[in-house]
């Protein structure tokens, strides 16, 4: 928008064409078969991100080589096998970075806007990592610093303390923890914590609730008091509200210096 506005006092644009340039940003259509705001990441700071799930492979390479082209970076989640080839091939000349179900393309030189936030995520077992991994898409893509650890589910509580003390002693801001099975790490992690939690129930499990619903249940009649949660496998929504938290956090805190590596994904 600011390139815009350049443009026209430089005389480079006429009003008119100023004009339709700032539409475009708002809104473009695709063939008459999907619109893509390209206005959301200068509403709310938060990109779009294209949901491969149901949508041809082609039609999918074609939005997000087009929102990468216009905005610098597309984002796409629970991509299959053939999303991710129908991807390769259109992504000749940008840079292709892979998540587990989920994919970042970047304009070559590209890169989003650093902020100060720190997120952590946690995960209760290996198999939540795709959607844990979502929501550390939509982190890195905001610019924000990112740090996963995975596996520590309360089968072996122990396992718990010491990431946790160590996301803690790095300075986050808001954690992400994804649970399936019973669904109780979130309200665990809660209760010990004194920064915002935000629980996401997963769809991993066996027999009556083992898609995700005992998981929700469990984090929604939760005991530990402030604890927020998304719908079940949407790592994507606690992504997003993880960068509007942490994004308010860091505006808000006096500049100093916080110790600490800038990020690390365990696994």
Avoid at 14 to 28: I, T
Avoid at 51 to 71: H, I, M, N, Y
Avoid at 93 to 103: D, I, M, N
């Amino acid at each position: 928008m600011r390139d815009v506005l350049r443009r026209l006092l430089a005389g480079e644009l006429n009003e008119e064409e100023a004009e339709l340039e700032l539409k475009r940003l708002q809104l473009e259509e695709l063939g008459g078969r999907a619109r893509l705001d390209l206005g959301r990441s200068l509403r709310r700071g938060l990109p779009e991100v294209v949901l491969a799930a149901g949508k041809a492979p082609a039609d999918v390479a074609l939005l997000v080589t087009a929102l990468a082209r216009e905005q610098g970076q597309g984002l796409a989640s629970r991509l299959s096998a053939d999303h991710f080839a129908a991807l390769e091939a259109a992504a000749a000349g940008f840079e292709l970075v892979r998540y587990s179900q989920a994919v970042r393309l970047l304009r070559p030189g590209w890169r989003p806007r650093a902020r100060l936030g720190r997120v952590g995520i946690i995960t209760a077992g290996n198999s939540d990592l795709p959607v844990a991994d979502e929501a550390r898409m939509v982190l890195e893509a905001c610019g924000l610093s990112a740090r996963l650890e995975a596996d520590v589910g309360v089968a072996g509580l122990h396992r718990l303390v010491a990431p946790l003390a160590e996301l803690l002693a790095w300075g986050v801001d808001v954690l992400v923890v994804c649970a399936g099975m019973d669904g109780v790490l979130p309200g665990v992690v809660a209760g010990l914590v004194d920064v915002p939690v935000i629980g996401v129930p997963v769809s991993t499990g066996y027999g009556a609730g083992g898609e995700g619903e005992a998981a929700l249940l469990t984090m929604l009649q939760s005991c530990s008091t402030g604890l927020t949660l998304v719908n079940i496998d949407n790592g994507v929504g606690a992504g997003a509200a993880a960068v509007l938290i942490a994004s308010r956090v860091a505006a808000a805190r006096p500049a100093a210096p916080r110790s600490g590596s800038p990020r690390r994904a365990g696994r």
